[in-house]
Structures are given as structure tokens and as C-alpha cells.
């Protein structure tokens, strides 16, 4: 079934936006620099892939999943689309765990304080 692994990656996407959405944790939060982010960790792991391949550490396997369209030889066009995704999966979930630790860190220096008094 061509196109399974790129509608998982992009179904697991919109999971991800959603939960930014929600908690406002990086587009909502600065669409900007996230934005940036995520295009700086996508070209920087596209180099890292075409050195890869240039080397022949990677290779692309024969998979029914991808559509088999190839950007350039053993890239194929979900490797870019993944890649956007892991980077902006990243900034999301690094939010989300500031943001429970500063909570933590709040509400213990708020029962620590009442509890001085």
C-alpha cells in the first residue's frame, strides 16, 4: 500500500499540532522561531542523510509502504517530511517538559514558602 508511511508520519503530525494547539507550547507560543527551528533541524538532517549516502551508510530499502518517488538516489520523499516532523516533535515535547517542571518547581516554592510561615 504506497503512501502508508507518509500519511502515519502526517496523521502523527497533526496529533503533535493538536497537543501544541492546546497548550500553546511552540507554533502558538512563537511561530517564528519555531518555524525556523524546525527548518534549520530539517536541512541540517538532510546533510547529515546526504552524507550518509554519499558514503553508503545509508541506503534506501525496498519498502510497499513508500510512494517511490525519490528526491535523489536512496532519499525518498517521506525522508524530508519525517525529518520536519522529528524537529517540530522535538520542540514540542522540550515545551511541554519546561513547562511541567517550572510548574513543579513553582508549586514546590509555594508550599515551601507557606509552609516557613
Known amino acids: 500500500m ?11 503530525a497533526v496529533g503533535v499540532l493538536l497537543i501544541d494547539r492546546r ?14 527551528a524546525v527548518g534549520i533541524g530539517t536541512a541540517f538532517f ?10 553508503g551508510v545509508f541506503v534506501k530499502g525496498g519498502s510497499p509502504l513508500l510512494l517511490g518517488i525519490d528526491l535523489a538516489p536512496h532519499l ?10 522529528l ?4 520542540l514540542v515535547a522540550w515545551a511541554g ?6 510548574r513543579r518547581w513553582t508549586d514546590a516554592a509555594a508550599s515551601t ?4 510561615r
Open 2 to 12: 504506497p503512501g502508508v508511511y507518509l500519511a502515519a508520519i502526517l496523521a502523527s
Open 23 to 36: 497548550w500553546r507550547l511552540a507554533v502558538w507560543a512563537a511561530p517564528g522561531r519555531t518555524l525556523a
Open 46 to 55: 538532510l546533510a547529515w542523510d546526504a552524507v550518509g549516502i554519499a558514503t
Open 76 to 85: 525518498p520523499l517521506e525522508e524530508p517530511v519525517f525529518l520536519a516532523f
Open 87 to 90: 524537529s517540530y516533535l522535538a
Open 97 to 102: 517538559a519546561q513547562r511541567v517542571l517550572e
Open 113 to 116: 514558602s507557606e509552609a516557613s
